[in-house]
């Protein structure tokens, strides 16, 4: 790793390839977004907050819907394209600021949500702030799309050439190598973190898989806005994706990938 990259804040690099971003990571099933409605009860008169909310990726159903919906996103390029997408609805702003900056601001919110962006804020303060933006009986609810660990024809070269480029990415990783891939809480489990916090009550789960066909050059541009791949050296990252598609391009060009949305939700309960 270079030394620039390393003075790289690795939560803050998705904002360098924010288009990319917008344009090739997936979004949420319908059925997830009926789940968080039905299990919240929470309804179009209260305040929704995406927090670590992107481009806006996990606020579409809800704005479509009829929810008013505020976004906390500390990137600007991540928050430049949020306005935008969502300049046609009057129900969405955004807050360019982190969860800790955003405090105890006086939100009143009946739900905060993460999609694939809970693991980016302070652990140690996470569940607090979050609390402390909810009205009394509001909602957390944390979710992420996670590749399944399937088999490949090219998984064999693609391990080689991981080995030989970037071998520290073969340490518990899914061959695919896809966003979502590492792990994304501190505890043993989800639920577990939220029992820990001793804010919040019982937690809900909800669960639901998906496949996906990616392209050779899909997976490229989906490796484009992984963090870990943006924090290697630039022509390293450039020789390594640049072979990435050449051996997906040689297995036929594309495969298909089972992802499965996991969900956990649970109501404040101080």
């Not at 360098?16 to 344009?23: F, K, L």
């Not at 973190?193 to 050779?216: K, M, R």
Request: aromatic letters at 12%; a negative charge.
């Amino acid at each position: 790793m270079s030394n620039s990259s390393s003075k790289r804040q690795q939560s803050k690099v998705f904002g360098e390839v924010a288009e990319i971003y917008h344009r090739v990571r997936p979004g949420y099933p319908e059925d997830l977004y009926d789940w968080i409605l039905e299990t919240s009860g929470v309804n179009q008169d209260e305040l929704l907050i995406d927090v670590g909310c992107g481009t806006g990726k996990a606020s579409i159903s809800f704005v479509k819907r009829g929810f008013t919906v505020m976004g906390i996103e500390p990137d600007p390029m991540m928050a430049r394209i949020a306005a935008r997408e969502f300049n046609d609805f009057e129900t969405f702003s955004i807050e360019q600021r982190t969860l800790d900056d955003f405090g105890a601001a006086s939100a009143e919110a009946g739900l905060m949500y993460a999609g694939q962006s809970w693991h980016w804020m302070n652990p140690d303060t996470r569940f607090e702030c979050a609390a402390s933006a909810l009205k009394p009986g509001g909602w957390l609810c944390v979710f992420w799309n996670r590749p399944e660990e399937m088999h490949h024809s090219f998984d064999r070269e693609m391990d080689y050439l991981y080995a030989e480029l970037a071998p520290q990415f073969n340490d518990e990783r899914f061959k695919v190598r896809l966003p979502g891939s590492k792990s994304v809480i501190s505890a043993d489990s989800p639920v577990e973190e939220f029992d820990l916090s001793q804010l919040f009550g019982d937690v809900h789960t909800f669960e639901a898989s998906w496949e996906q066909t990616i392209s050779s050059e899909e997976h490229v541009q989906n490796l484009l806005t992984q963090s870990d791949h943006r924090m290697l050296d630039e022509k390293l990252r450039t020789k390594l994706l640049r072979q990435v598609g050449e051996i997906i391009d040689n297995a036929g060009g594309g495969y298909k990938q089972l992802f499965t949305t996991h969900a956990y939700a649970a109501k404040l309960s101080v």
